[in-house]
């Protein structure tokens, strides 16, 4: 390649990055979804109950974190037993950030310590706090876990069929996940409140009251 062709490409390079840096925080987190919905991500989970592929953190997380450093990103997370939120900061003007917030719970499993049900919480969190900022779509967003308890149950009373208790707690909480990561989430906690009396939709288990929760929860669409 000629030092002209070289030096024209440098000059694009400069140009390039200079106008990155005219951009505001949500044109820069925009132009990241735009090309990160053109890479192609490989869902390299499998949950074999229920037959789908799903997205793992390190499916994704390197492509964000590269495109992050070409728009100037610069992203973290704080997640507890009941919040979760990740914030983008403007790397050209710090002072410029957005904050996404759900709730959080915690992760319990069977045979699982302390020490790593947070750890797990955080990986799992942190895939749904950065797939909901950077809109990274999935057809289904069940954990991998879910179906084995039912697997289990069934194992024991193949007769007996799943209780349907178990399919509303799954639509609650995942309509409570894609309702607070749209925007609602104060909506979705008076409704929570209202109905158990409680923020957490993991310690709800009466199932006239998840009716009514769904019921309020699907008028938020």
Known sequence: MSEEKVLKKEVEKEVKSEDIS??????????????????ELIKSARNDFNKYNYFELSDFLPAINELCAKYH?????????????????????????????????EVELKGMNKIQGIGSQNTY???YLYMA?????????????????E????????????????????????????LSAGGHKEAVSDILTKYAKVKNP???????IMDKIIKDLEALK
Request: aromatic letters at 4%.
């Open 22 to 39: 005219k951009l505001n925080l949500f044109s820069k987190l925009q132009n990241i979804r735009a090309e990160l919905s053109k890479k």
């Open 73 to 105: 990103i610069f992203t973290y997370c704080d997640i507890n037993s009941d919040i979760a939120r990740i914030t983008a900061v403007d790397c050209d003007n710090p002072e410029m950030v957005f904050t996404l917030t759900m709730d959080s719970a």
């Open 151 to 178: 697997k289990a149950q069934k194992a024991k009373n193949p007769k007996k069929d799943v209780e349907p208790e178990n399919d509303k707690k799954t639509q609650m909480k995942q309509l409570c996940t894609s």
């Open 133 to 149: 900022l950077f809109e990274i779509s999935e057809t289904d967003e069940i954990d991998a876990n879910t179906g084995k308890s």
């Open 202 to 208: 993991n310690s709800i288990t009466d199932e006239v």
């Open 125 to 127: 969190m942190r895939r």
